[in-house]
């Protein structure tokens, strides 16, 4: 695997940050003040009702719906860790009204709310914290056995009472004293929760993890980072703040300051703009087809343009090998979760089915998030599980169509205007003074009530003038910019000045 390239931006009361390898974006994520990622979160909930034959229970966290506690969620994820055992409990034993101490392991989907457990776990760089779970465990990518097992010994005589702890990956990195120091300041941090939980009401949010650009860091500045871009000057000072302190091994921290949109300006945006469509291009000319159903993702495999110069079970096995690799990339990148079905293309060799499946399960080994491949069944279909860690990209970027009754999918009004934003950066980096946009109407109210995009964009222009023509028959995502240098452009009569 390449080194990795970081980029991180904020702005308009949004974080940003994508990650990218030999080229292609591998990883992606934004958040806003609207949409903020809850897992980790930890609620002063109360139990609402009790599902004994499920052994399950709604708990009321203060959230648009209620969130659900099961007993499976009571015990760490033993897929990623090994270690000692635990008590698995059988019973939830509680009753409705009870007052109990919740954390997010699931952000809500569609009609679904979030899931959460009471196994109170703080992921820090070196160890997952977990103050009422005694269990000590170790990653599995760690594989030296006799670095498992000190590690393994130190954990454990560090934990005391009921307290549990998992070793991460980055542990080796650290000396027992750097590692004693975060796990003595999340004890205290748990103490403070718990003391909040006495005072404060049920609904209330007692710990949310840290934004988005501090989260990504703690996980992947020992992992063959080569350099970070950023193109905000506050989380650019934070990040050199944080890398030297780590002392991680970054080429560059770079600021981009340009009076422009960073991923726009450096390429990105095209990438970010394809994981919303359903058809994703091979580099041989074949392509994938990526369906998102209730209950599972079904990803199709074409040859398309590409013929191949040898037999056709060799050009079908190269573009399938192409594919196994795209999408492992694919579902990171989207956030996939739940059950996959891949339609790969026939072959008679079953040297060569066993082969795709092999370079599947090879190319998942890099994802963080857990995967289970299962064998290639006659039909040359592949399934595969990637366990849930929050909504997938796609749905944070599209909404239902409402132009084809919901058969297709359009850009959130958020992102419509985001887009909007790195062309009307980019118009005015290039000296013009007057600018217009053509706009649907309801786009246009929407942009006209975000203060801090318009502020942003006034602030870095302010000489500049830029007018909204508001259009009710143009499709949301339809956008026109024209620009003149000169401030003696006409304007037509329906021009609503926005700074």
């Known amino acids: 695997m390449g080194k990795k390239t970081l980029y991180f931006d904020s702005f308009c009361g949004m974080e940003s940050y994508a990650m990218v390898e030999d080229g292609k974006i591998t990883e992606f994520n934004y958040e806003s003040k609207n949409r903020v990622n809850i897992i980790g979160n930890i609620y002063k909930g109360k139990v609402t009702d009790v599902l004994n034959g499920m052994q399950a229970a709604f708990v009321n966290c203060g959230l648009e719906r209620n969130c659900y506690l099961s007993v499976e969620d009571l015990f760490p994820d033993k897929g990623k860790y090994d270690g000692g055992d635990v008590d698995i409990p059988a019973e939830l034993h509680l009753k409705a009204g009870d007052e109990i101490l919740v954390q997010v392991v699931k952000a809500p989907v569609g009609k679904k709310g979030a899931k959460v457990t009471t196994a109170l776990s703080f992921v820090g760089k070196y160890t997952i914290y977990m103050p009422c779970t005694p269990f000590i465990g170790v990653s599995r990518k760690i594989h030296d056995p006799e670095l498992r097992k000190n590690l393994l010994f130190t954990a454990s005589r560090m934990c005391k009472g009921s307290e549990g702890m998992i070793v991460r990956t980055a542990a080796p ?103 919303a469509s359903p058809k994703v291009a091979l580099d041989n000319g074949g392509y994938l087809v990526i369906e998102k159903t209730e209950a599972l993702t079904v990803i199709d495999v074409n040859t398309g343009k590409f013929t191949g110069d040898d037999s056709l079970e060799h050009t079908v096995y190269y573009t399938n090998i192409l594919a196994a690799r795209e999408i492992a990339r694919q579902v990171k990148l989207r956030n996939i979760g739940g059950i996959v079905v891949v339609d790969f293309i026939d072959m008679e060799d079953e040297k060569h089915r066993a082969a795709i499946v092999e370079e599947l399960e090879r190319a998942l080994e890099n994802d963080k ?38 058969a297709g999918a359009a850009f959130v009004p958020e992102f419509i205007l985001l887009k909007m934003r790195a062309h009307l950066l980019d118009t005015l980096s290039k000296g013009n003074r007057v600018v217009t946009i053509d706009m649907n109407a309801a786009i246009a109210e929407r942009l006209f009530s975000w203060k801090e995009l318009t502020d942003e964009v006034a602030k870095l222009y302010p000489n500049a003038r830029v007018y909204v023509i508001p259009h009710r028959t143009y499709h949301d995502d339809h956008i026109i910019i024209r620009a003149e240098l000169s401030n003696s452009f006409p304007l037509p009569s329906d021009a609503i000045q926005l700074y």
């Open 369 to 406: 998030t857990k995967c289970n491949v299962l064998p290639m069944s006659k039909f040359g279909l592949v399934e595969f599980t990637r366990k849930r860690t929050g909504p997938s990209v796609v749905s944070q970027l599209t909404k239902p169509c409402r132009y084809c009754g919901g």
């Open 173 to 275: 990195y650290a000396n027992r004293k750097q590692a004693e120091t975060e796990i003595n300041y999340y004890r205290r941090m748990y103490r403070a929760i718990a003391d909040k939980f006495k005072k404060l009401p049920v609904g209330s949010i007692l710990y949310t993890d840290y934004p988005l650009f501090m989260r990504v860091l703690r996980d992947t500045l020992l992992s063959d980072v080569e350099k970070v871009c950023v193109g905000n000057s506050f989380v650019y000072e934070k990040i050199r703040e944080i890398v030297k302190v780590t002392g991680a091994r970054v080429r560059a921290v770079e600021l981009h300051d340009n009076g422009t949109d960073m991923f726009y300006d450096l390429g990105l945006t095209e990438q970010i703009l394809e994981m």
